[in-house]
């Protein structure tokens, strides 16, 4: 069976996902036969380059019910949230704006609000269950008269929580307050719905759903209610005063058609991944029934699988199957120091269990044989590891 796998198999679609060989091939004119400027309109290359990306504005648009010109395009995720939170923050500069987000979130959110802070803005971190579920209530508790928004993640990008993005962004509306959500994990895995879940801003980013690195884009409602929100990037005023900067052209085109791919084929996509998740952690469990899942065991991403393996360090283990599999302890978005993850210390985990758990991300391109192959692989070397612990 081995020489039938391509190994290391990979196993952290979370972190990142191969560029889908149908995205890279809508994508390769644009970087040498169509390489016009969008914003040379006075020429054929240029008109082309401005249309394919007003297509794509429309086509990401339209994945979560929103209208074109309410798209940002951005380098990611992390400068969309950054837009959304300080730009909003800075066009409420008056008095003390009041934030409120999740202890669970990205770090991008996090270190953003923390910025804000320290320029001025009072921000609250809720706090999450035991499964990392956060409740409206608390959302509800939190707003005050300065609360000008509260963000909430779609999808962890840890456990794959999904949080209640309907209850929330109706009593945020009902309360005046704009919502906000980092989708990242969650655009092209779940139905979203900007008009139906009164969301206000949305992050996302291309790569975790097998498009190119180094795109992403910010949902900014403009309709009412609209969301007074000024540039953290100056000079030229592209993307309607919002974002400044030639725009990525191959990379909107390739955001684009993975978005449109990965809706297309979203049901059957996710039941697959599902299918293979389950099963991975069914075989898990058969030879160590001691591993436990870190999480909503229900309302988590499709392919997200965060146990904790008592006995075994997460990243000997991880080093261990470096050349078999490749899995991770967490988020790939900090930096290379090695620290517990704060999701799963506001889950409650113990200090042993912190350093005893492990992401695994499945994906479009794996296959039933592949976690067979990674189960079992897994498995020998948690005892072989469990052997040389109580030598």
Do not use: W
């Not at 952690?281 to 499709?302: F, M, S, Y």
Request: charged share 25%.
């Amino acid at each position: 069976m081995i020489d039938q796998l391509r190994l290391p198999i990979y196993l952290d679609h979370q972190a990142t996902t191969p560029v889908d060989p149908r995205v890279l091939e809508a994508m390769l004119p644009y970087f040498t036969e169509q390489f016009g400027n969008p914003a040379s309109k006075n020429h054929l290359y240029g008109r082309e380059a401005n249309r394919v990306v007003e297509a794509a504005r429309e086509a990401i648009g339209k994945s979560i019910n929103a209208k074109a010109q309410d798209i940002c395009f951005t380098s990611g995720a992390t400068e969309a949230v950054n837009l959304a939170i300080k730009g909003v923050f800075n066009a409420h500069r008056y008095g003390t704006p009041h934030f409120i987000t999740v202890v669970t979130e990205h770090k991008a959110v996090l270190d953003a609000m923390k910025r804000i802070e320290s320029e001025g803005a009072r921000a609250t971190y809720l706090p999450v269950d035991d499964l990392g579920m956060l409740d409206p209530e608390v959302v509800a508790e939190a707003i005050c008269p300065e609360t000008v928004m509260v963000s909430i993640m779609a999808a962890n990008n840890e456990i794959g929580v999904l949080q209640p993005l309907k209850e929330i962004g109706r009593l945020c509306r009902e309360k005046n307050v704009f919502f906000m959500t980092d989708a990242t994990q969650a655009l092209g895995k779940i139905s979203l719905d900007v008009q139906e879940m009164n969301i206000d801003l949305l992050a996302c980013s291309a790569h975790k759903l097998y498009g190119p690195k180094g795109i992403g884009a910010l949902y900014c409602r403009r309709s009412l209610p609209r969301v007074p929100i000024l540039p953290i990037i100056d000079g030229g005023g592209h993307e309607r005063g919002l974002r400044s900067g030639t725009l990525n052209v191959p990379g909107i085109v390739g955001f684009a058609k993975a978005v449109e791919i990965s809706i297309q084929e979203m049901k059957s996509e996710q039941e697959r991944l599902r299918t293979l998740r389950d099963n991975l952690l069914e075989q898990l469990k058969t030879v160590l029934p001691d591993i436990k899942l870190n999480g909503h065991p229900v309302h988590r991403l499709a392919g997200n699988l965060n146990i904790c393996i008592p006995g075994v360090e997460s990243e000997a283990l991880i080093i261990a199957l470096t050349n078999e599999i490749a899995i991770s302890s967490g988020a790939a978005c900090t930096t290379a120091a090695i620290e517990p993850s704060h999701v799963l210390k506001a889950l409650g985990l113990s200090e042993i269990d912190l350093h005893s758990s492990i992401r695994i991300g499945i994906g479009r391109s794996n296959t039933g044989e592949e976690i067979k192959y990674a189960a079992e692989e897994l498995a020998n070397e948690v005892k072989r590891l469990r052997t040389l612990r109580d030598q």
